[in-house]
């Protein structure tokens, strides 16, 4: 009897990846786009708004003591909060260099996320106060602009946000950097360093295929309830 090709033992060895998060971007997107970078194959579960009780009753089956979307299941592990599922990614995929290529950037990269969560709330929060929309350029300017115009300057000379190479913080800071120029194109332009990270990124041969996707391109940003403004 003839030996077995390695290529299909390689892939009866390798665990069913399951990513769940809502139909829409969200904060699923980066981790999407992580997934698509690393090249893993896996199945995308979506949950609907308007249809809760699937994802209920999922949620009591997962077997989790944090049960939450999205969530990411390796063969019979379950991962679930979205920095833990970055994480584990590239544990699995072996990429520990996402972290940092040296103990400056991993410091650096832990700076950066701390920043955008900031920028993440004031997003939010933008979003969720609809009082917010009516004065926009206002909100943009007192809120996004000091911070921005500190990380313009601290982007400048890199190709990434960390540095020459591409960190796991790049995902969701390319995410909501993408989410500001939905918005306002204008805004985003007034910092240069930030575009040319932003165009960077998108141009990593692994993005750029998975963004040029009907799926990349038709997914809504935002959940209904959260859609008050055209993007």
């Not at 701390?114 to 917010?132: E, H, K, Q, R, Y």
């Amino acid at each position: 009897m003839g030996s077995s090709h390695p290529t299909f033992l390689k892939i009866m060895a390798e665990p069913r990846i399951t990513f769940a998060y809502w139909n829409v971007q969200g904060i699923g997107e980066p981790l999407i786009r992580l997934l698509k970078y690393l090249g893993l194959n896996f199945e995308l579960k979506e949950y609907k708004h308007a249809q809760r009780e699937e994802w209920e009753a999922d949620k009591a089956a997962l077997n989790f003591p944090f049960p939450n979307l999205p969530y990411l299941k390796v063969g019979d592990k379950v991962v679930c909060e979205s920095e833990a599922i970055a994480y584990f990614l590239a544990f699995h995929a072996k990429r520990e260099d996402l972290f940092g290529s040296t103990n400056e950037e991993r410091i650096q990269a832990t700076v950066i996320r701390g920043v955008l969560s900031d920028v993440t709330m004031d997003t939010a929060i933008f979003f969720l106060n609809p009082a917010n929309h009516s004065e926009q350029a206002k909100y943009f300017e007192e809120k996004f602009s000091p911070r921005f115009a500190k990380l313009d300057a601290y982007a400048a000379g890199k190709k990434h946000i960390v540095g020459d190479n591409i960190n796991l913080v790049d995902f969701p800071f390319h995410h909501i950097l993408t989410l500001i120029r939905k918005v306002d194109p204008a805004f985003l332009e007034k910092f240069p360093n930030l575009v040319k990270i932003l165009d960077n990124f998108e141009n990593v041969p692994q993005i750029k295929a998975y963004l040029e996707t009907d799926e990349a391109k038709n997914k809504g940003i935002l959940p209904p309830y959260l859609s008050l403004i055209h993007i």
